[in-house]
């Protein structure tokens, strides 16, 4: 039996201008897409980038993958959703699952990719590269990512920091992602460091609402939702 071919395709941080050419191309032209959303009552934040690409008559599909630690319920999350793509797979046609930034990049691509692969072993699947957020962010405040022989560290921020005050000894350029509620601990340990002043803090990057902050210390009387789609990027020095 022929089945069609998955395409994972990151969309960027948020401006529809940086999707890819290839990326564009195959959404324009693909009849099944699937959108990863975190709650059931929010529409998905890739549909919306995407939605000038899509042609008429399209079939949307959004996949729940909600926001908890509960492993269980995700792997029951991920298999749901990739049964769902498989049977369009399996009747011979092609389905895009669209993600914000990099398919392969803290993306709830990667799960789903591995699911699929356990319903249809012999899978065909086209993994399309996106912009990264931290990418974007980085452009909005010219702030070089990589520089001569200096380590690039990029890390989601964990629940006791311990990995990021890791991260933020071995110097170079580190990369904090997945920041949300923990915003003011992050602030706090940066301070402590005395790296706050060689940070900077960009949300929702190229998309509306978009916030720069080059002095960090403006972010601490503000709640913790404001790290919310946030990246901060921290040069931490030669070590």
């Not at 980038?49 to 269980?72: N, S, Y």
């Not at 990739?82 to 990099?102: K, M, N, P, S």
Request: aromatic share 6%.
């Amino acid at each position: 039996m022929i089945s069609g071919t998955l395409y994972g395709i990151g969309i960027g941080p948020g401006d529809p201008e940086l999707i890819t050419l290839k990326g564009a191309r195959l959404i324009s032209a693909c009849r099944n897409l699937f959108v990863p959303k975190a709650r059931t009552a929010a529409e998905s934040v890739a549909l919306d980038i995407a939605r000038p690409l899509f042609v008429p008559g399209v079939r949307i599909e959004e996949l729940l993958f909600p926001m908890t630690a509960d492993r269980e319920e995700l792997a029951r999350r991920w298999d749901d959703a990739a049964t769902r793509v498989a049977v369009v797979l399996a009747a011979g046609e092609d389905a895009c699952f669209l993600t914000l930034g990099d398919p392969l990049l803290y993306s709830t691509y990667i799960y789903l990719l591995r699911a699929a692969r356990r319903i249809i072993p012999d899978l065909n699947v086209v993994t399309v590269p996106g912009i990264t957020a931290f990418g974007a962010a980085a452009a909005l405040t010219n702030f070089p990512i990589g520089e001569g022989r200096e380590p690039v560290t990029i890390i989601p921020a964990a629940d006791d920091l311990t990995s990021v005050r890791q991260a933020l000894t071995r110097g170079g350029t580190v990369v904090l992602m997945k920041i949300g509620k923990r915003l003011p601990e992050i602030l706090d340990l940066l301070d402590g460091e005395g790296l706050l002043e060689s940070s900077v803090f960009v949300s929702h990057a190229t998309m509306a609402g978009q916030r720069i902050e080059t002095d960090l210390r403006r972010l601490k009387t503000e709640g913790p939702e404001v790290g919310y789609l946030s990246i901060i990027l921290v040069h931490a020095g030669n070590k």
